[in-house]
Nanobody, 129 residues
Framework: QVQLVESGGRLVQAGDSLRLSCAAS????????MGWFRQAPGKEREFVAT????????YYTDSVKGRFTISRDNAKNTVYLQMNSLRPEDTAVYYC??????????????????????WGQGTQVTVSS
């Protein structure tokens, strides 16, 4: 069983940068595909970013490409989301999630919410205009 705890969310102004962290415990971190999702007020939760199951490349939803960067530190069992040039429409609760890599082929991007079995409690990011 994997436990995920997000941190780093806060109120920022448009154009600011913010780094979210997700600390994992209770499992073999390297065996999980990790992803970030977000849920804005009144909207469904949406995919934001993930790594390929091979770990070599990353994949982002179109609205954050060029602004957000996902990274992971397996030694610290932590995944990060660096968010630059933040916009008011980035306001949301951000969740990290874990899926078992063994369930997917190499080089695959796990982007479906239903594919992720473990979820953190979320961290609020608010971007003021």
């Amino acid at each position: 069983q994997v436990q995920l705890v997000e941190s780093g969310g806060r109120l920022v102004q448009a154009g600011d940068s913010l780094r979210l962290s997700c600390a994992a415990s209770g499992g073999t971190f390297s065996s999980y595909a990790m992803g970030w999702f977000r849920q804005a007020p009144g909207k469904e939760r949406e995919f934001v970013a993930t790594f390929s199951t091979s770990g070599g490349t990353t994949y982002y939803t179109d609205s954050v490409k060029g602004r957000f960067t996902i990274s992971r530190d397996n030694a610290k069992n932590t995944v990060y989301l660096q968010m630059n040039s933040l916009r008011p429409e980035d306001t949301a609760v951000y969740y990290c999630a874990a899926a078992r890599r063994a369930y997917y082929p190499g080089g695959y991007y796990v982007t479906g919410e239903g594919d992720y079995y473990y979820w953190g409690q979320g961290t609020q990011v608010t971007v003021s205009s």
